[in-house]
């Protein structure tokens, strides 16, 4: 009888309201869990516990790796330890990667949309030996080409600068690679707002935009700069002067046609493995063949583009007085080697 009646109670219980008080808390549910507490626990997907700290050299890979980050200061303090880390080796010591490893990380970044980490690219590249840089400028310069027709003004202007130190490094094997003189050559045309031959008919007096106002000359100075540096290596004869065969050479011979080739790929020119050419991605290795291209396709455009820069008067005048000198002089020995 006794667990009969304490069943009954049990099952009355479920169906009684509860009576509630002012004042006093609602009483809670039976299930009724605490969420109230907070975790001071920190939860790691992965994490590398090392009793020793990383090499030099871990940490130079680590930052190259983080040249992929999203974060734009994450991106710029990593360029800026790389080149830290590279000016301060030893004096013969060789780069902590090959420059065939570190320079296709940095291309990318010639694009970047952060000013700071475009310019802390400069610095890392101006920290490369020039003897690295050769066989690696035509990838260099489809990113340089790039920048210099794209929309943003800041980096058609950083692109320049990347221009001008890789003709400093490396300008000979510039001009010579595939793609390198006429190429480049349409992209300065393009920048400065200057038709080529083919439109010549329809030239206009409107100017190239490059930014805001207050630094449009500036930028149109760096620009007109950058590409008298390029024709005047461009066209320089680096053949040297030949006497033929002397008492002091002899022996030897034309020797400079029988020496070991300066860059890695000696034969590229002969496109052997590649997919074809057209007349804008072939490789101009000397000089009288990229004189021939500029005189035929680009001269009288330079030439009226110049003479339009040189009206205006100021730095810009004077800067496009300059590279019509330069362009005069070297067109001039084109000349005297055909007498």
């Not at 299930?31 to 090499?55: D, E, M, W, Y």
């Not at 296709?104 to 694009?111: E, F, G, R, S, T």
């Amino acid at each position: 009888m006794g667990s009969s009646v304490k069943k009954k109670r049990d099952k009355k219980k479920d169906f009684q309201k509860p009576k509630l008080k002012v004042g006093k808390a609602r009483p809670q549910a039976t299930n009724h869990t605490n969420t109230s507490f907070k975790s001071k626990a920190i939860a790691l997907n992965s994490q590398s516990l090392h009793v020793n700290s990383p090499s030099a050299a871990d940490q130079f890979t680590h930052h190259l790796s983080l040249l992929n980050s999203r974060s734009d200061s994450q991106r710029k303090e990593s360029l800026s330890y790389l080149a830290t880390a590279i000016a301060n080796r030893p004096i013969g010591r060789p780069l902590q990667l090959p420059s065939s490893v570190l320079i296709p990380k940095l291309l990318p970044l010639i694009l970047d949309g952060s000013n700071g980490v475009r310019g802390q690219v400069l610095k890392l590249l101006r920290t490369i030996p020039p003897e690295d840089v050769g066989d690696s400028c035509d990838k260099l310069l489809l990113y340089i080409r790039a920048g210099m027709t794209h929309l943003a003004a800041d980096i058609r202007s950083s692109s320049t600068d990347m221009l001008a130190w890789a003709l400093e490094a490396a300008g000979d094997f510039l001009v010579s690679c595939a793609g390198g003189w006429v190429k480049t050559l349409k992209c300065f045309l393009a920048m400065l707002g200057w038709p080529n031959d083919e439109t010549l008919e329809s030239w206009s007096s409107s100017k190239a935009s490059f930014g805001k106002a207050g630094s449009e000359g500036k930028i149109m100075v760096k620009t007109l700069n950058t590409l008298g540096s390029f024709i005047d290596i461009g066209l320089a004869n680096t053949d040297g002067v030949d006497n033929g065969p002397t008492i002091d050479h002899f022996p030897l011979v034309h020797t400079r046609f029988h020496v070991l080739a300066r860059g890695s790929s000696a034969y590229a020119h002969l496109n052997l493995f590649g997919s074809p050419r057209d007349d804008d991605s072939e490789m101009y290795e000397h000089y009288e063949e990229r004189r021939k291209v500029l005189s035929q396709n680009f001269q009288k455009a330079l030439e009226k583009g110049l003479e339009s820069a040189r009206q205006e008067g100021g730095e810009t005048g004077r800067a496009a007085a300059a590279v019509t000198k330069i362009l005069v002089e070297r067109m001039k020995d084109e000349e005297l080697d055909a007498v």
